[in-house]
């Protein structure tokens, strides 16, 4: 029957054609949604990782999340230094949702701001230009589109960005603009000096009052957690991908097993059984949707470039495709179930 | 296996829309080893029915088939489909060869079901392809190929298993003079000893070359004879339900009930026909079975007309459509 499954996909084969093309654009929407959904959490482990800490202070009232604004004094930063086990501890204020307005524009543009000590953990490693040295100076992550000597205007403060930096960006694609602390706290408290984060080198043993003591993986999750309905959003929407995808096989199918009721009929009167004829469809479906996976891995590479947010689309997301795929065929076969088992033998004399 | 083919009795009902169909009531015939057998009839007689009869695929409602040593309708599940799979081979009407496959690949696919490996199954393609005459076409689909060799390529098809029952239905009904002269010609060279051909056809030309015919549906020669009057009881029955007759009959007196016989074993009354009325005139008319059986309801007297004398005899009836007759 293997030679009758695969004459009639080619017998077939515009109408098939169709079918992958339909079914490899959905398919890649579903794999890029996924490459968003992991982004979130890809995109936070490049910034927290980024920092070179290995743990993280945070106030208990933040939950974990660096991007929360839990602030507390910069006093404690002395008293986490101390902390026996601690080679070096560096702190950092974070806030999000500040607009710029870089020089030649009017429009704002939303960034996080994050407030470091200049040389300390946190201070980023620059891809251009170079890095913090004195106030008024900021480093931006490339997706501002900042040049090395032109200026941003945040708040009622111009500043001039001496530096770039790539894969630094938080909730979902929003750039990070490093200047210094202090520079950070009278943008942020008014001067006031308070921090929502440290970063150590070394790990304290505890934290002062209303602080806690977190694994970078644990930053990296409570973070990532503060994204959650929108992950959730993405995780349903793709599921509605793989439902379009086993529809859109499940419709040809049909209308193919429809094509093919004689068929059928004759190849029962010539000694074929139900099985045989389901298994040769499902073939042809599951040929149709692998297909249809290798054309989605190629049109995903070409689909992560039109957003804005990070788009990580990992092996095991890719190795997942031609398997969820495989499946999503099995089932639309289903649908041609009826068609198969309904046709009579007889029917081939009619 | 010695080719002998018995039919017995052979009785096919379904129900259709609540109604009882019977394409088949009581056929019994016989053939012998070689013979080329023609089963002749108008469209609806119950050809194509009894073909799926013997060929396995259709239960007879009552009756055997037997073919050689086995009682075929007495066959389930595996010797069944054995029995569909090595012992017949079957020419379908419309030819029914799959779009997708080469001739090739047609005639290769019932013996790659049957588990003949792949190239003892193209070898074998190739003989019967050659045999049939289109060993040059054995590459070409369906769709590339006219109706006469379509249909020689569909013979092929049932010639793999070298079947002694081979079925044609009606092989010729989609090919022009030319192409139906090869088509019969290899027909008439299967029909050898070790086989028997069954072929379903209102074609005279099959008949002049068959050695035996089965009429299907009765022949009514006689369109001039003169009228015949019955004389009923109450409750006895003028005609059945799914027979088939040549005459119109007029009611000279008594009433006659027309009804029909359903699927559930009930009756439906259609109508009430009394004298200087006519029943019954549909079926001979069109040549199709009764549609509805007619009985008395009192003691009646009917008169029965061919079509033609009733024309000529009752010029003034204008013959209505019923739906019941």
Known sequence: ?350 | MSAHLGVEDLTVSFDSGGYVIKPLDGLSFAAEDGELVALLGPSGCGKTTLLSCLAGLLTPASGKIRFGDLDVTGLRGPALAAYRRETVGVVFQAFNLIASLSARGNVVVPMRLAGVPRARAKERAAELLARVGLDERAHHRPGQMSGGQQQRVAIARALVHDPPLILADEPTAHLDHIQVEGVLRLLRELAAPGRIIVVSTHDDRVTQLADRVIELAPNFTDADRAPEETSLGAGDVLFRQGERGDLIYHVDSGLLEVYREMADGSVESLAHVGPGNYVGELGPILNLPRSASVRAVEDAVVVGYTVRAFRRTHPHHVIEQRAYN
């Open chain 1, 1 to 350: 029957m293997l030679a009758v499954t695969f004459a009639d996909l080619w017998f077939r084969a515009r109408q098939f054609t169709i079918a992958v093309v339909g079914v490899g654009l959905v398919l890649a929407l579903a794999l890029a949604l996924s490459g968003l959904a992991d982004g979130f959490r890809a995109e936070t482990a490049a910034t927290v990782d980024g920092v070179g800490a290995t743990s993280w202070v945070l106030s208990r009232a933040a939950h974990g999340s660096v991007t929360a604004f839990g602030a507390f004094p910069q006093s404690d930063v002395a008293t986490v230094a101390a902390e026996p086990g601690v080679h070096r501890s560096s702190p950092i204020l974070f806030a999000a949702g500040q607009a710029v307005v870089r020089s030649g524009t009017t429009a704002p543009t939303w960034v996080d701001i994050v407030g470091v000590q200049p040389g300390g953990l946190g201070d980023p490693a620059v891809v251009a230009g170079h890095r913090i040295a004195g106030p008024d100076q900021i480093v931006v992550d490339s997706k501002l589109q900042g040049v090395p000597g032109g200026t941003l205007s945040l708040g009622h403060h111009g500043y001039a960005v001496v530096g770039i930096v790539d894969d630094r960006t938080m909730l979902g694609g929003t750039p990070l603009v490093y200047m210094p602390l202090a520079s950070a706290q009278r943008l942020v408290t008014g001067g006031r000096p308070l921090v929502t984060a440290i970063a150590t080198s070394g790990t304290p043993t505890q934290a002062p009052a209303g602080l806690v003591v977190l694994s970078p993986a644990s930053v990296i999750t409570y973070s990532t957690s503060e994204l959650g309905s929108a992950v959730n959003s993405i995780d349903g929407t793709r599921t509605l991908m793989w439902i379009v995808a086993a529809v859109i096989v499940a419709f040809m199918l049909y209308v193919a097993a429809l094509d093919r009721r004689r068929d059928f009929a004759v190849l029962k009167a010539l000694g074929a059984s139900s099985a045989v004829l389901f298994g040769s469809l499902a073939i042809e479906a599951v040929v149709v949707t692998v297909i249809a996976a290798l054309v989605a891995e190629v049109v995903a590479n070409f689909m992560t470039g039109m957003f804005q947010q990070v788009v990580d689309i990992t092996p095991d997301a890719r190795l997942a495709l031609p398997i969820v795929a495989l499946v999503v065929g099995v089932i639309a076969c289903v649908a041609a179930l009826r068609r198969i088992t309904s046709a009579d033998p007889a029917q081939a004399f009619g």
